[in-house]
């Protein structure tokens, strides 16, 4: 079993960040977005603009939250099934065309870092503020299609993780723009 991390290509593919930044990311992103807190009853209409790239991505780059993934009205149609329960679809719309695209707020969070086998980055006080190798507790991440972890008893806000089925899933449908960065292998060191 492999643990991915989910990332947008950027290669041209379209990237976007709030239209009205300032106030929208502080009324609905700031210290909300990495929280396992529903948020759907809370959101507003909140509007996106394209400022850079030119080919249509299912999972664009989105630069007003931190690892926060983006996808098409097409990608949460092929997603949903899968980790629907897992996680809250929160809209955006493009400025230029009332697209509709998604926020995956991931809810499903875990204490699932194998602490003797990662290496993590560490500031000079010592402090855990991040992974430079992860590993996972089998146990705990077998049956997750999707999820964030817990870091020095902290979301990890920066990283989502899939499983091979939902990587799976993606590949053989027509999504663009998703790539895959393997970050652990339940079969290395067994």
Same mark, same amino acid.
């Given at each position: 079993?492999?643990?991915?991390? /989910?990332?947008?290509? /950027?290669?041209?593919?379209?990237?976007?960040?709030? /239209? #009205?930044? +300032? =106030?929208?990311?502080?009324?609905?992103?700031?210290?909300?977005?990495?929280?396992?807190?529903?948020?759907?009853?809370?959101?507003?209409?909140?509007?996106?603009?394209?400022?850079?790239?030119?080919?249509?991505?299912?999972?664009?780059?989105?630069?007003?939250?931190?690892?926060?993934?983006?996808? %098409?009205?097409?990608?949460?149609?092929?997603? =949903?099934?899968?980790?629907?329960?897992?996680?809250?679809?929160?809209?955006?719309?493009?400025?230029?065309? %009332? +697209?509709?695209?998604?926020?995956?707020?991931?809810?499903?969070?875990?204490?699932?870092?194998?602490?003797?086998?990662?290496?993590?980055?560490?500031?000079?006080?010592?402090?855990?503020?991040?992974?430079?190798?992860?590993?996972?507790?089998? #146990?705990?991440?077998? #049956? +997750?299609?999707?999820?964030?972890?817990?870091?020095?008893?902290?979301?990890?806000?920066?990283?989502?993780?899939?499983?091979?089925?939902?990587?799976?899933?993606?590949?053989? %449908? =027509?999504?663009?723009?998703?790539?895959?960065?393997?970050?652990?292998? %339940?079969?290395?060191?067994?």
């Amino acid at each position: 079993m492999k643990i991915w991390v /989910l990332k947008s290509v /950027l290669d041209n593919y379209e990237s976007f960040q709030l /239209l #009205n930044f +300032e =106030e929208d990311h502080k009324k609905y992103i700031d210290g909300k977005i990495n929280s396992i807190t529903h948020l759907t009853n809370s959101w507003g209409k909140i509007y996106i603009e394209c400022i850079e790239g030119d080919n249509h991505s299912d999972l664009p780059k989105f630069w007003g939250g931190t690892g926060t993934p983006m996808i %098409s009205e097409k990608a949460k149609q092929v997603l =949903e099934p899968l980790i629907g329960d897992n996680v809250e679809f929160l809209p955006l719309l493009r400025n230029s065309t %009332s +697209e509709v695209y998604y926020l995956v707020h991931v809810l499903n969070v875990l204490d699932a870092i194998d602490g003797d086998k990662a290496i993590f980055k560490k500031l000079i006080t010592g402090l855990i503020v991040g992974c430079e190798k992860f590993a996972f507790d089998f #146990n705990i991440v077998q #049956n +997750e299609m999707i999820f964030k972890v817990y870091i020095n008893g902290k979301i990890h806000p920066t990283v989502v993780f899939i499983s091979d089925e939902l990587k799976a899933l993606i590949e053989q %449908s =027509e999504l663009k723009g998703f790539e895959f960065i393997e970050v652990w292998d %339940s079969e290395e060191g067994a």
